[in-house]
């Protein structure tokens, strides 16, 4: 189910290949691969993470979660050693926090804001 009835494909010219020797075992680096690769397939981390990986909303996705979420992005690189270097600690679970800590902030901030405001759904939409 698409949530966003605008989503496109990464940019022409974007690459989706990706090699362990971009980013190693490093993290970072990893991170910001996958940041990059989000924000060039679909304009932003939290939306990429909302609509194509956290699609059941617990806040956590598995390898399988990830794996098919990158795979509808068109991701053509190692979903699993780009999983483990970023699994660091060794959950066989990612949260936003593990990919972006900022977009992470936001996402929970405004969850906290929602839920402290309004009392319903139906008063969230009034």
Known sequence: MRRF??????????????SRNEYGNDPAKAMEHLRHFMISSTGSVLRAWIEF????????????????????????GDVF???????????????????????ATIWRNFRLFVGSRFRSEEELFM
Not at 5 to 18: D, E, F, K, L, Q
Not at 56 to 76: P, V, W
Request: charged share 35%; proline share 3%; hydrophobic share 30%.
């Open 81 to 103: 050693s780009l999983f483990s270097v970023l699994d660091d600690d060794d959950s066989n679970e990612l949260t936003l926090d593990e990919v972006d800590v900022k977009q």
């Open 5 to 18: 009835s605008n989503w496109r494909p990464a940019h022409p010219g974007t690459s989706t290949r990706a």
């Open 53 to 76: 990986f956290d699609q059941d909303m617990d806040h956590r996705i598995s390898k399988a979660e990830f794996s098919k979420g990158l795979r509808e992005l068109g991701y053509k």
